[in-house]
T-cell receptor, first 112, second 114 residues
Framework: LAKTTQPISMDSYEGQEVNITCSHNNIATNDYITWYQQFPSQGPRFIIQGYKTKVTNEVASLFIPADRKSSTLSLPRVSLSDTAVYYCLVGDKPGGSYIPTFGRGTSLIVHP | ETGVTQTPRHLVMGMTNKKSLKCEQHLGHNAMYWYKQSAKKPLELMFVYNFKEQTENNSVPSRFSPECPNSSHLFLHLHTLQPVVSALYLC?????????????FGSGTRLTVV
């Protein structure tokens, strides 16, 4: 089964760029890499998804090297409201059924 | 609102009660999921439904009984629960049960078993 490893926690300051790296050494050929953000007592919110190279949207960028064994979520100019838990998700597909499995995530705290 | 609505937001039930959690989405998605999130633990996938068919039961006890009458609605029927299962129960949906589709989550039901 594909498994992800992320730092447990990170600290940053308002206005800085934050990069969170996720390791997924056993990623399968067909797996996509998806990142979610979760605030306390709420469901996770989709941030960005990619398969290879670089993807950018209005809130973040996702960098994926050629071997796809890791990925980096980049948040430009964070604010206090970016304090949340960030999850890296890589799919498992045993027996043909896709199993979206979340790891422990990275708790990001943004300081004033 | 995310497009996935869960009711109730909070539920307190006794160990001998029977209750149900409801999830509803009108995003046109065909896959729906139940997750459990206990304090300081990762999200645990419980059930997967794809086009109304259950495709995954992650070794969940029968005290948790899912029901998916159509692609827009998902229920989790609860009975004879212990306080240890108190947690945030999250519903999610996606276009299909595939890795290239993102998931939309509801805000969850905070379940407390007393």
């Amino acid at each position: 089964l594909a498994k992800t490893t992320q730092p447990i926690s990170m600290d940053s300051y308002e206005g800085q760029e934050v990069n969170i790296t996720c390791s997924h050494n056993n990623i399968a050929t067909n797996d996509y890499i998806t990142w979610y953000q979760q605030f306390p007592s709420q469901g996770p919110r989709f941030i960005i998804q990619g398969y290879k190279t670089k993807v950018t949207n209005e809130v973040a960028s996702l960098f994926i090297p050629a071997d796809r064994k890791s990925s980096t979520l980049s948040l430009p100019r964070v604010s206090l409201s970016d304090t949340a838990v960030y999850y890296c998700l890589v799919g498992d597909k045993p027996g043909g059924s896709y199993i979206p499995t979340f790891g422990r995530g990275t708790s990001l705290i943004v300081h004033p | 609102e995310t497009g996935v609505t869960q009711t109730p937001r909070h539920l307190v039930m006794g160990m001998t009660n029977k209750k149900s959690l409801k999830c509803e989405q009108h995003l046109g998605h065909n896959a729906m999921y139940w997750y459990k999130q206990s304090a300081k633990k990762p999200l645990e996938l419980m059930f997967v439904y794809n086009f109304k068919e259950q495709t995954e039961n992650n070794s969940v006890p029968s005290r948790f009984s899912p029901e998916c009458p159509n692609s827009s609605h998902l229920f989790l029927h609860l009975h004879t629960l212990q306080p240890v299962v108190s947690a945030l129960y999250l519903c999610a949906s996606s276009q299909e049960n595939r890795g290239d589709y993102g998931y939309t989550f509801g805000s969850g039901t905070r379940l407390t078993v007393v």
